[in-house]
């Protein structure tokens, strides 16, 4: 089993740093999975918990100049599963901040199984080249065991829309969580998506218009209407927490609703870069 990757550009460097303090700031750990193809790194709701369920792709053949990985055995679609303590790897990472040349992860094993991280960069202060070497203990997660690790589906939305900036719905939801426990996700097909909370006094609504329709998939009793409508309750506090949790600069931002089921943000770092949440409606 091995596992060895390194990236020369200094923008993707800074990118993969931003994913990893997104994913820290949702969950203490997080499952790591390796393949030949792509990189997950999932969030997995637990029972209870405020974090919704989230999780990165990563094409590793745009990010990473060298990329090698070989999985438990010979097989055709090879895999490595690790839980990593988030934390800990956005502290090695924290480097990457800087002028970085060179950033290299690979799987080792110490005493322990680790993620070897390796960066070479400048350190603004002194103009001096600095090398670090951090070693981050990983649970590899056994054979028997990947049946309950199953990387999410991207859900079939009624309607999809791209939002306005993060800071801006950032803003709205953490206004809304102060008000009411659950937010509604409403949207049209003419590009118009509204943010409604409901109290005992008032019910206050939030409406953005002439957004970017970028997919519909009506039902059977919508096909022969002119406007299709779809809306979801979510619990406000998950879904503030994603948006607040988001630590990229630039990005596209859209929102599928799959009527009173779920709702899917979706966030387009740069092709083949995105970071999924499903949020899950709320009894009302």
């Known amino acids: 089993m091995k596992f060895r990757a390194m990236m020369q550009d ?14 820290s700031k949702l969950a203490k750990s997080c499952i790591m999975k390796i393949s030949m193809d792509t990189v997950y790194f999932v969030v997995n709701e637990e029972s209870a918990s405020t974090a919704p369920l989230m999780w990165v792709v990563i094409d590793p053949k745009l990010y990473f100049s060298e990329y090698t990985m070989q999985g438990v055995d010979n097989e055709d679609d090879p895999h490595i599963f690790l839980s990593v303590p988030t934390l ?4 090695a990472l924290s480097l990457l901040r800087n002028n970085p040349s060179y ?4 799987l080792t094993n110490l005493q322990f199984p680790c993620l070897s991280v390796d960066i070479d960069a400048t350190v603004r202060s002194s103009d001096k080249w600095r090398r670090a070497v951090h070693h981050v203990p990983v649970d590899v997660i056994p054979r028997c065991d990947w049946q309950h690790y199953v990387i999410p589906n991207v859900p079939t939305s009624k309607l999809v829309l791209n939002l306005p900036s ?23 097909s003419n590009g118009e998506m509204n943010l409604v909370a409901e109290t005992d006094m008032a019910t206050i609504t939030t409406r953005y218009q002439n957004l970017e329709l970028r997919s519909i998939c009506p039902g059977e009793d919508d096909k022969e209407k002119e406007q299709i409508e779809a809306s979801c309750s979510v619990d406000c506090k998950k879904t503030a927490l994603f948006f607040s949790a988001l630590q990229v600069p630039s990005m596209e931002l859209s929102c599928g609703i799959a009527d009173d089921r779920l709702i899917h943000l979706e966030v387009n770092i740069r092709e ?3 970071i999924h949440s499903k949020i899950p409606s709320v009894c009302v």
């Open 10 to 23: 200094p923008e993707f460097m800074r990118e993969f740093l931003y994913i990893i303090q997104t994913v």
């Open 103 to 106: 950033f290299k992860l690979k």
């Open 88 to 91: 800990n790897l956005g502290t």
């Open 272 to 274: 083949g870069i995105t």
């Open 166 to 188: 993060n800071r801006l719905i950032r803003g709205l939801i953490d206004k809304i969580k102060n008000l009411s426990p659950n937010v509604i996700f409403y949207a049209t």
